[in-house]
T-cell receptor, first 115, second 112 residues
Framework: GAGVSQTPSNKVTEKGKYVELRCDPISGHTALYWYRQSLGQGPEFLIYFQGTGAADDSGLPNDRFFAVRPEGSVSTLKIQRTERGDSAVYLC?????????????FGPGTRLTVL | SQQGEEDPQALSIQEGENATMNCSYKTSINNLQWYRQNSGRGLVHLILIRSNEREKHSGRLRVTLDTSKKSSSLLITASRAADTASYFCATDGWGYGNKLVFGAGTILRVKS
């Protein structure tokens, strides 16, 4: 069956531009997570959706970052006024339910490069 | 922020040997999970161990958890070249809700 998909797989942009990254979770999964992974590091949590609402956005680094999940399925991570430090692989994961101990299934990621 | 550290940072072994990776964490947890990441398949869940468990097996994988020392180990027995990847531990639970908090990972290279 289909796993988590993310588009685009690669995105190159210039400093100051706006970007949108898309995540299609596994059908029926109620929980959706965004993580960011810098080179040589483990993924770092950004935001968690339960259904349509952001249940925990404590990992968003600043107000240039925003994410939505309007229909409780597809999610879009939006980054305004991109900076070189935003360059990383952005990972999306989904799980059947939210909550501790539920296996999270990860997508292949979007590699963002800000020049 | 990273939850803790994996040890070693990199490990190189011959095919057929066992590989042991360690993970330490800082806060109380509900569960600890191990993930594998390679360029072909992204992050793949390997095994979950709950805070009230001490050891768990899955195929060639053996995970231990010592909550008194806030540490875990992952043992891969009879390694194969296909095991070459980065391995991460991730914790969830008290104080940080549903999100996973990952370590920095161990890069494992299995030489054939």
């Amino acid at each position: 069956g289909a796993g988590v998909s993310q588009t685009p797989s690669n995105k190159v942009t210039e400093k100051g531009k706006y970007v949108e990254l898309r995540c299609d979770p596994i059908s029926g999964h109620t929980a959706l997570y965004w993580y960011r992974q810098s080179l040589g590091q483990g993924p770092e949590f950004l935001i968690y959706f339960q259904g349509t609402g952001a249940a925990d956005d404590s990992g968003l680094p600043n107000d240039r970052f925003f994410a939505v999940r309007p229909e409780g399925s597809v999610s879009t991570l939006k980054i305004q006024r991109t900076e070189r430090g935003d360059s990383a692989v952005y990972l999306c994961a989904s799980s059947l339910f939210g909550g501790s101990g539920n296996e999270q299934f990860f997508g292949p990621g979007t590699r963002l490069t800000v020049l | 922020s990273q939850q803790g550290e994996e040890d070693p940072q990199a490990l190189s072994i011959q095919e057929g040997e066992n590989a042991t990776m360690n993970c330490s964490y800082k806060t109380s947890i509900n569960n600890l999970q191990w993930y594998r990441q390679n360029s072909g398949r992204g992050l793949v869940h390997l095994i979950l161990i709950r805070s009230n468990e001490r050891e768990k097996h899955s195929g060639r994988l053996r995970v231990t958890l010592d909550t008194s020392k806030k540490s875990s180990s992952l043992l891969i027995t009879a390694s194969r070249a296909a095991d070459t990847a980065s391995y991460f531990c991730a914790t969830d639970g008290w104080g940080y809700g549903n999100k996973l908090v990952f370590g920095a990972g161990t890069i494992l290279r299995v030489k054939s």
